[in-house]
């Protein structure tokens, strides 16, 4: 099935070292101007948010959050189900929680949520959850620790990558999944002039020595890690000691080195070399050059951490190297350190804090060690180690650690911040605590988030939107959480909304035909009315002096397509009347149709019914492909049996361009079979609901008891005026909102013993334009 593509999105997080009382200014600067800088970009969002690919769970929503919050910089990769464009240039995100509602109350008060539905375009229906908050931001997440032969041997978010994350891995999309030889991981020439190595020929490299390791390698060829020590003269960096190993882990080479300058700086910390350390050595570089010559082999493969810098300062010229810093590789050039690298893939501790600085010898080893070891194993189970996560989990720990420390005895958090690390995953919240971010929190509801985030509770929706216009736009990502209280979601309440919901949308479904004549073909009837789209049941109603036929449909759309196209027509020798069903609750019908068709999630697309059987998703898009501006073709499919209805949608780029699609189609044969069209009314996210509901036949709330039904008769009133209300809160903080502002309304959706209903999700990204960026 072609793939729906559209939505806008994107973040600029304050700089590492802006202070907090720069980032306001700058943000207050921002909103006085309009909210966005004369140079700043719009950010904006692509997802496949159409028929099938509605549903997300949560933990592709925490996939949004986490990248929409920490982006590319922070080790945070793309969604899998959409993609965000200028995430740096994002001004923020607030996700609006609507607390304890679902999917459900959307629909019954879909009249009242006038400004929610025009804000946003974008819809998707949300799993629901028995934690919804916990969920949101990470915790309570399945992952299981990993136990690696080599490495660390439990972490708090170590989880073997599912294999379509492995394709997203920088070191896959480097070097694939199979296992290669040594030579595969040796830099080209131009990876070396790119990563500052000395070039043969090069005019920074004028006096340097070749290695003369000019023979062919091979996958056979001899490993040597090697490291360098420096020290700061007035010439520069400078080698003062020298440490080269072979394959077995051998020292060959473990010299200090005297400096033919004068040492300005001796960097004893990293270096440990001092003073007196140099005083009675008599080597010097060009020393170490000529034993170096003497013991590597004419195919000798030099393999360190960060090479170009000690073959700089060795003044040296080796064409066969491996670079363990570009080896583990990672998004955007950046590198893991030798230190990191040794603990997570070794298992070793290097450059220990008791040493006087580091050990060439121990890190020439342990670079050597790595680059067999990614040979050895391959990229894929290197990938494998998820090494980003494992670094995100360092700094977490090291956070907890200063946080333990400031937190007095016994304290909730400081149990948390404690607790061994592979409990639980890293809070999402911590990780932004992690990035200098702070987080905001605002709801009626505790919000469990370890303590790292300021919390505030509030007793009222309109103390919580006040709080939100103060506070969100000196915050970078916030939640806030409204609520319609505890009175409105008791289990028989959300029953009897539920049997509302269903009995409204079952009657929307149905149309009454006739009158037909006593002997009429009931067969010729059903095909008729079939081309208006899938038909659920049809029956023959004889209380009336003439027989009407009952015609339930599976699509809004086919019902709304039949009273317009048949009412008036003559079927089966009669000429008859189409309606709907008279019911208090069909009323409103009309406004209801009228106000499906100009939702916004229903731009520019169509509903195509009299679709044959016969006819395969493949043949349908070779008959449209000659529509103008067809983006995406959706093919709903019954639930059960698997096999697609007589009926599909078209999704356009243009709204015009669906219009122009309509007037072709109405009337277009495809293999015999005459189309009908109309504007959609129930696209996306909706089918899959409709479909649910449609077949439930009353088993949810379906008992129960009448006085409970009058309860909520007599209750609606109020709780319409509160959705009412809450939908105005969200239209005011919206609009406070700075332009490229991510922002995402979550009815989460509820998870109980008394039931499941599906959440929602509307999301979009602040433009110009007020509303959400498409």
């Not at 720990?397 to 149990?415: F, I, N, T």
């Not at 129960?704 to 903080?733: F, G, T």
């Not at 998870?751 to 960026?773: E, F, P, T, V, Y």
């Amino acid at each position: 099935m072609a793939k729906a593509v559209c939505v806008n999105g994107h973040k600029r997080p304050a700089g590492a070292g802006e202070e907090a009382g720069g980032r306001q200014a700058a943000r207050k600067r921002r909103k006085a101007d309009g909210g966005r800088g004369p140079e700043e970009k719009s950010s904006h969002l692509s997802a496949a948010l159409f028929g099938e690919d509605c549903e997300i769970s949560h933990d592709q929503l925490y996939e949004l959050l986490k990248y929409a919050a920490l982006g590319k910089c922070h080790n945070a990769t793309q969604p899998s189900w959409c993609r965000i464009y200028h995430q740096r240039h994002l001004a923020g995100v607030v996700v609006i929680v609507l607390h304890e509602m679902s999917q459900l109350h959307f629909y019954k008060f879909y009249l009242q949520f006038k400004h929610l539905r025009k804000l946003f375009r974008h819809r998707f229906t949300l799993t629901p959850s028995a934690n919804f908050l916990a969920s949101l931001y990470g915790e309570g997440a399945n992952l299981k620790p990993q136990n690696t032969a080599q490495g660390l041997t439990s972490t708090s978010s170590q989880c073997i990558p599912k294999s379509s994350d492995l394709q997203c891995d920088p070191i896959i999309r480097k070097y694939g999944e199979k296992k290669r030889g040594l030579t595969s991981y040796t830099l080209t020439l131009e990876e070396q002039k790119k990563n500052d190595y000395p070039i043969k020929g090069s005019p920074g490299c004028k006096g340097y020595i070749d290695t003369e390791c000019d023979q062919q390698r091979t996958d056979s060829s001899p490993l040597f890690g090697l490291d360098c020590e420096m020290c700061l003269t007035a010439k520069g960096n400078e080698v003062t000691r020298v440490s080269l190993v072979d394959a077995q882990g051998q020292c060959l080479l473990n010299e200090l080195v005297k400096p033919e300058s004068t040492v300005v700086n001796y960097r004893t910390r990293f270096s440990g070399i001092t003073k007196k350390m140099l005083l009675p050595v008599k080597t010097r570089l060009s020393d170490i050059q000529t034993r170096l010559k003497k013991i590597l082999p004419h195919d000798a493969v030099l393999v360190g951490h960060s090479l170009n810098a000690d073959l700089q300062a060795l003044e040296m010229i080796h064409p066969s190297v491996i670079d363990t810093s570009l080896l583990f590789a990672r998004n955007e050039g950046r590198r893991f350190k030798l230190k990191f690298l040794a603990k997570a893939v070794l298992g070793k501790e290097i450059q220990c804090e008791q040493k006087l600085g580091h050990d060439p010898a121990e890190d020439a080893r342990a670079a050597l060690e790595l680059a067999q070891f990614f040979i050895e194993q391959g990229p894929a189970k290197v990938a494998e180690l998820n090494l980003e996560m494992l670094l995100t989990t360092e700094k977490l720990a090291e956070v907890s650690q200063k946080k333990a420390v400031l937190q007095p005895q016994g304290c909730r958090v400081q149990k948390q911040l404690n607790e061994p690390p592979h409990l639980s995953k890293p809070c999402f919240l911590d990780c932004l605590q992690v990035t200098g971010q702070k987080p905001l929190l605002l709801g009626r509801q505790e919000m469990d988030s370890s303590g790292l985030c300021q919390s505030n509770l509030s007793t009222s929706n309109k103390q919580i939107l006040q709080r939100a216009l103060e506070d969100v736009p000196l915050s970078t990502f916030s939640i806030i959480q409204f609520s319609l209280g505890p009175e409105y979601i008791a289990s028989h309440l959300l029953a009897g909304l539920y049997e509302k919901v269903r009995s409204k949308l079952t009657d929307m479904l149905t149309i009454y035909a006739g009158p037909f004549e006593e002997s009429f073909c009931l067969k010729s009837v059903k095909k008729e009315f079939g081309k208006c789209g899938p038909i659920q049941s049809l029956t023959v109603v004889t209380e009336t002096y003439q027989p009407y036929v009952c015609i339930q449909y599976e699509v809004l759309e086919a019902a709304q397509l039949a009273v317009e196209s048949l009412n008036g027509a003559e079927v089966a020798g009669s000429c008859i009347k189409v309606q709907r069903p008279i019911t208090a609750g069909m009323l409103d019908c009309d406004v209801w149709i009228k106000e499906l068709e100009l939702d916004v999630e229903n731009e520019g697309v169509i509903y195509v019914a009299g679709l044959k059987e016969s006819l395969t998703e493949m043949d349908l898009q070779e008959e449209f492909s000659q529509l103008k501006d067809l983006e995406t073709l959706f093919l709903p499919k019954d639930l059960q049996s698997g096999k697609h209805r007589n009926c599909c949608f078209l999704k356009f780029q243009k709204s015009q361009s669906a219009l122009d699609a309509l007037e072709v189609i109405n009337g277009w044969s495809v293999k015999g079979s005459k189309l009908r069209s109309r504007n959609a009314l129930a696209s996306g996210h909706l089918w899959r609901w409709i479909w649910q509901v449609n077949h439930s036949n009353g088993k949810q709330g379906g008992n129960i008891l009448y006085e409970k039904m009058e309860q909520l008769s007599d209750s609606e009133q109020d709780l319409r005026k509160k959705v009412k209300k809450l939908d105005h809160h969200i239209k005011k903080l919206y609009r406070s909102l700075q332009n490229n502002t991510l922002c995402i309304v979550l009815f989460p959706g509820v998870n109980s013993m008394h039931g499941s209903q599906s959440g929602l999700g509307l999301m979009g990204i602040k433009d110009d334009g007020g509303r959400s960026a498409c």
